[in-house]
């Protein structure tokens, strides 16, 4: 049995070794990414705020080495989810269950400005860009901001605005600048109530300021003012944006895609086509976009697929719970 898995973010990565940790020879599984490694998303912080060099967070896929499984890096370039075939740059590719887990593209240019006049650091080349900007950075008016929803990741705008205060602090800087986090939540990570009121807290004690339940529409470059989509606007000498999040096109050619993600079974992650799941930032079951969702996901998929080597063994379901 082929098992193509599509992109090796923490649930193709999940799903790929928990498989080959059981069956081993017994599949051939085909892991398939564009990019030469995983980076964790906290890790883009480390780097961003100067703490760690971008070389220290790369995990390259090329030392995989599970039984059972190969890497192939390449750019897909077309699904078909009916003949569960794959075309990419480095060859065509035929499977007997595919999992697409290619996570969400980000689109800094969908929000006006937010290339001209600000930064995203949600992607691993932006976060490691925002480094040399804050390296020149003596201090002002900072805003952390949402562009749009779904975004993936919860906790990390608030992370980033946490780092902020200790990184204007050390550079004694802090006294002089503000800092506002934009987002559209009500709380800060609103699946964990506990978390967000001790960001709250965290946030008063360091002269925060939190905007719940807006998003920035847009950015006016000449006038460096950030603008919300109730109306208001707000002043930055530095803006850090979440960018807009959308499905990888070659998921939404596909034919894959309802309302923009991709709706599964919620128990199995099953998709519409016998067969082909999904799992992570690229479904809309209904949880989080963040890794720990994916891997969950990503075991239940697994559990599903081994069901079916498995003499009386029973698939195990999805319960959107994650820690």
């Known amino acids: 049995m082929r098992i193509l898995v599509l992109g090796a973010g ?79 740059d480095a060859g065509a590719f035929d499977a007997d269950i595919i999992v697409i887990a290619l996570g969400a593209d980000l689109h800094p240019s969908a929000t006006p400005g937010l290339i001209e006049s600000g930064h995203e650091f949600y992607t691993v080349p932006g976060a490691f860009a925002v480094c040399d900007v804050l390296a020149r950075f003596d201090g002002g008016d900072v805003i ?43 709380v800060p990570i609103p699946p964990s109530p506990a978390a967000s009121e001790a960001l709250l807290v965290a946030f008063a004690e360091r002269g925060i300021s939190w905007y719940p339940e807006r998003l920035v529409s847009g950015l006016d470059p000449a006038r460096s003012v950030a603008m919300f989509s109730d109306g208001a606007e707000m002043p930055y000498d530095l803006f850090l944006g979440v960018p807009v999040h959308k499905a990888p096109a070659v998921v939404e050619e596909s034919g894959l895609t309802v309302d923009g993600w ?13 067969g082909v799941y999904a799992v992570g930032d690229v479904t809309s079951v209904g949880t989080p976009k963040a890794g720990v969702f994916a891997e969950g996901q990503a075991s239940v998929v697994a559990e599903q697929i081994a069901a079916t080597l498995r003499v009386g063994s029973s698939p195990a379901t999805y319960d959107g719970r994650g820690v």
């Open 262 to 274: 991709v709706p599964v079974d919620p128990l199995t992650l099953e998709t519409q086509f016998a």
């Open 10 to 88: 923490f649930g193709g990565l999940e799903l790929s070794t928990s498989l080959s940790d059981e069956f081993g020879e017994e599949l051939e599984i085909v892991l398939i990414d564009k990019n030469e490694g995983f980076v964790f998303g906290f890790s883009k912080l480390d780097v961003m705020f100067g703490r760690k060099l971008p070389a220290d967070v790369v995990h390259p896929y090329r030392d995989l080495d599970k039984p059972g499984l190969r890497f192939v890096r390449a750019t897909i370039h077309s699904i078909d989810p009916v003949a569960k075939h794959v075309e990419t």
């Open 144 to 186: 952390v901001g949402v562009t749009s929803t779904p975004f993936k990741c919860p906790p990390a705008p608030s992370e980033t605005v946490l780092l902020m205060h200790d990184f204007l602090t050390r550079r004694g800087v802090r006294a002089g600048s503000s800092i506002s986090l934009v987002m559209p939540l009500g």
